[in-house]
């Protein structure tokens, strides 16, 4: 263990066995995403060759470690295979990112996620066997273009044709009952809930009249949702 600067106070073999994750690679991906991941009571042992950026995260996560994640020795002396979870946050240096991917399915972890940064290294680390590739860039341009188009606040794509959007009301739902504006006979979609200042999200019924001031969350076909999100 000497050879690794080990900061925070726990050992990572003690923290594997917990709800917990690695996050190798913190950059403003993989730093944002451990981040969030301690915020909603997740250990996570972050990873990463940068001393600096070590030094940085010192607090902020269960474990923060400065190594080489492309080294089969140092993941097994860092538990890595005792995690079920891991994400490997690695980009920019594509060749690290492969070399740490290849290692993490030799060590047989369960679940591993994978970001890409372009389509050929996505299709890499899908033939390699990685279960979850993933694509912030990509995926957050397209997310911000729906955003950008209508009145949505946020927009989720669920599967191929189907989304969740998080918009206000327009108009023609505003003061009568949901049974009442049959929004899914003529618009295609449903409101699945609503959220009202000083009270919170709640479900939606048929009997919910919604108000100026609440927004409210739609799921549906995409075309349908993103006609739905226009309407002002
Ligand atoms: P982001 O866009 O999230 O900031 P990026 O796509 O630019 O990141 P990189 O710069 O390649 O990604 O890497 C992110 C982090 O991974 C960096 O902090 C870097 O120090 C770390 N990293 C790169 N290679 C290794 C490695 N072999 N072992 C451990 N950490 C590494």
Do not use: C
């Not at 990463?48 to 400065?66: A, C, K, P, S």
């Not at 505003?174 to 809930?193: C, D, E, F, N």
């Amino acid at each position: 263990m000497a050879k690794f600067s080990l900061f925070g106070h726990e050992q990572p073999n003690r923290i594997a066995e917990a709800d917990s994750v690695v996050v190798i690679g913190l950059g403003r991906f993989g730093s944002s995403l451990a981040v969030e991941l301690m915020a909603n009571g997740t250990e996570v042992l972050g990873i990463d060759g940068n001393e600096e950026i070590v030094q940085n995260h010192n607090g902020l996560l269960t474990h923060v470690v400065r190594a080489d994640s492309t080294k089969e020795a140092t993941l097994r002396q860092l538990s890595v295979p005792d995690f079920d979870r891991v994400v490997l946050a690695i980009g920019g240096d594509v060749t690290a990112s492969i070399l740490t991917a290849s290692l993490l399915l030799k060590l047989e972890i369960p679940n591993i996620w994978a970001k890409a940064v372009s389509d050929q290294h996505g299709a890499i680390l899908e033939q390699l066997g990685i279960g979850h590739v993933i694509y912030p860039e990509k995926d957050m341009g397209r997310r911000v273009a729906h955003l950008v188009r209508g009145a949505m606040q946020d927009y989720l794509e669920v599967g191929d044709d189907f989304a969740l959007v998080k918009m206000a009301p327009p108009q023609a739902l505003i003061g009568v009952p949901l049974g009442q504006s049959k929004v899914r006979g003529v618009y295609g979609v449903t409101v699945t809930a609503f959220f009202r200042p000083g009270a919170g999200w709640s479900y939606t019924t048929l009997d919910t009249v919604l108000a100026d001031g609440d927004v409210i969350l739609i799921a549906g076909n995409m075309a349908k949702v993103e006609a739905f999100g226009q309407l002002r």
